[in-house]
């Protein structure tokens, strides 16, 4: 019977309160001592650019980040440690000491495809909090999307054929393999070698051998008979310690024929080196010539989604992928570059009403829009798929029995004229006045609920190379706001 853990358990056994750039506390010491530490704020986290020059990025670390802002409190030894910095006051000590989280918090569920500038968590609050929480939420949005999105490239590219997450042992430190693990597994991977993600995340565990097991042995025919007898029904045969075919392929035929005759069904071989392609196919012809063609091949050996796509161009045989580094630290491009930034703020005359903040820049992506908002995603009701996503004020409705106008961010001149769709919300509430409104659904589910939506993305979108654009554009309401405040800063 299998043990069952709370999906928290690993992360609620730290505390990770402290875990903060050293700003945020004195930013937080300075709001208290100017009288703006309750001011309401609003801020948004979204990112400006996808990885790998792709079309989507997907969701991923909502759960993550949900703990961490249940489990926020200061323990003494906090409080000691920045007593002892003698920078802070005893009045933002005592804050700490009785620390509460009363924010609100929206967030786009995991699982969903995002897109550049579109908030994928709001954060609204006292600004002493809101401001607080950032590099938690940075760290825990930014890493699991990034990886879940080189996951599901990956998967894409081998076209329906399983692809295992084997990157634990080169993943950027034990955080980075647990969670690396589960963002894959949410993208679309079958399963992890690493163990602990099935106990913690209940995603499933795979695994075969490695080479020291055949070098265990007198010859690589004792290894593999020494395998199949301790896993009959579970065996797969890694065939390249010393040559795949002369010898590897050879007797793991031996074998999987003993297996047989046996009454058990040998399950598979695996190929971790050298030009995969070509000896896929060897392999293949020589399992199928001893009559073994239930016999699937794995590949391993830093895959990425090229080189899979290049080796099913080849004609390679393989029935499988175990992709590991290039997947876990998603090295070809390995930063999400997710940003949290202010959005609103009360004024201590109106400490509750929100005022639209701007950050302006010379660099035009870098400028934000303003004020309090919801992202909603348009569906065509004709084909089902989505059209573009849209980023209103939070007041806002959008009417989709009425044609709606959408407007281009960068182009003031390109407005898009609507009809015949469905609009909704993309973000859910997750905390309201500090209390968790949200269950997190299994892992299963937002896995399931990936793939799906992803079914609504257009194939144009997905693709690897120049990928269609898809729209992220504005409201009427939040384009003229974001006109007016640029308006009124550059005539100054």
């Not at 163990?195 to 593999?224: K, N, Y």
Request: proline letters at 5%.
């Amino acid at each position: 019977m299998k043990t069952e853990f709370a999906p928290s358990s690993l992360f609620a056994s730290r505390n990770l309160t402290m875990l903060v750039d050293f700003y945020e506390l004195t930013m937080a010491n300075g709001f208290l001592e100017n009288g703006l530490g309750e001011i309401r704020t609003c801020f948004d986290l979204f990112f400006r650019k996808v990885p790998d020059q792709g079309g989507y990025a997907i969701m991923a670390g909502l759960e993550q980040a949900i703990d961490y802002l249940k489990n926020l409190r200061f323990t003494e030894e906090d409080i000691s440690y920045l007593r002892d910095r003698q920078i802070f006051s005893e009045k933002f000590l005592q804050y700490l000491a009785d620390f509460r989280f009363t924010c609100d918090v929206w967030a786009i569920p995991e699982g969903t495809p995002i897109f550049p500038h579109e908030p994928l968590v709001t954060v609204c609050g006292p600004a002493m909090q809101a401001q607080f929480v950032e590099t938690m939420l940075l760290l825990s949005i930014n890493h699991q999307s990034l990886i879940a999105t080189k996951a599901n490239r990956i998967v894409r590219a081998a076209a329906g054929r399983p692809v295992m997450e084997f990157g634990s042992r080169r993943a950027q430190g034990a955080d980075g393999a647990l969670y690396g693990a589960r963002a894959a597994y949410i993208a679309g991977a079958a399963g992890t070698a690493c163990a602990i993600c099935e106990r913690e995340f209940d995603v499933p565990a795979l695994g075969t051998m490695a080479h020291s097991w055949v070098q265990m042995f007198p010859t690589e025919l004792d290894a593999f008979r020494a395998y199949a007898k301790v896993y009959p029904d579970a065996c797969t045969l890694l065939v390249d310690t010393f040559h795949v075919l002369k010898s590897g392929v050879p007797n793991a035929i031996t074998v999987f024929n003993e297996l047989k005759a046996a009454g058990h069904v040998p399950q598979g071989i695996r190929i971790d080196s050298g030009d995969i392609a070509y000896l896929s196919k060897k392999a293949r012809m020589m399992l199928d010539e001893a009559g073994l063609s239930e016999v699937k091949i794995v590949a391993s050996n830093s895959l990425d989604e090229y080189l899979i796509r290049d080796l099913l161009v080849q004609g390679a045989q393989i029935d499988s992928f175990g992709v590991g580094e290039r997947l876990v630290t998603s090295r070809s491009e390995p930063v999400f570059g997710g940003v949290y930034k202010l959005a609103a703020a009360g004024t201590a005359e109106a400490p509750e009403t929100f005022v639209p903040k701007i950050k302006l820049s010379e660099n035009a992506s870098k400028i934000t829009n303003p004020g309090y908002k919801m992202p909603w995603r348009l569906f065509d009701n004709e084909t089902g798929m989505a059209i573009a996503d849209v980023i209103t004020l939070a007041d806002e409705v959008i009417d989709d029995t009425q044609p709606y106008v959408i407007f281009d961010p960068e182009f003031t001149y390109k407005r898009k004229r609507l009809t015949d769709f469905t609009a909704k919300k993309l973000q859910v509430q997750i905390f309201k006045k500090g209390e968790c409104v949200y269950d997190c659904p299994p892992i299963q589910e937002i896995r399931s609920y990936c793939s799906a939506q992803l079914d609504l993305i257009w194939d144009e979108v997905k693709r690897f190379e120049n990928p269609h654009a898809y729209y992220v554009d504005l409201s009427e309401p939040l384009w003229k706001l974001k006109r007016e405040l640029l308006d009124r800063y550059f005539a100054d």
